[in-house]
Nanobody, 125 residues
């Protein structure tokens, strides 16, 4: 069982930066693929970014490439999402997710077994 707790959300202006954190329980954090998803009001939850257990490979949705950076600190059982140049369309509840790291699609929500409660990111224009 893995428990995930997100933090770092808040209200920012367009163009600002924000860093989200997700703290995970458990002693085998490095064995898990970690992902970030987001859900805007009235929209389906969508993939944002993912990072392999070793931290060596990262994946991004086209909408955030070049602006968001996912990273992890396996010693701290924490994954981060650094967001720069935020846009109003980035406003959403951001969720951290985890699954055991195996070869396969990283952007499918159904493949993730564990989810955090979400943290709100609000971007004003």
């Amino acid at each position: 069982q893995v428990q995930l707790v997100e933090s770092g959300g808040g209200l920012v202006q367009a163009g600002d930066s924000l860093r989200l954190s997700c703290a995970a329980s458990g002693r085998t954090f490095g064995n898990y693929l970690m992902g970030w998803f987001r859900q805007a009001p009235g929209k389906e939850r969508e993939f944002v970014a993912a990072i392999r257990g070793s931290g060596g490979t990262t994946y991004y949705a086209d909408a955030v490439k070049g602006r968001f950076t996912i990273s992890r600190d396996n010693a701290k059982n924490t994954v981060y999402l650094q967001m720069i140049s935020l846009k109003p369309e980035d406003m959403a509840v951001y969720y951290c997710a985890a699954r055991y790291d195996y070869t396969g699609s990283v952007d499918s929500q159904r493949s993730y077994a564990y989810w955090g409660q979400g943290t709100q990111v609000t971007v004003s224009s």
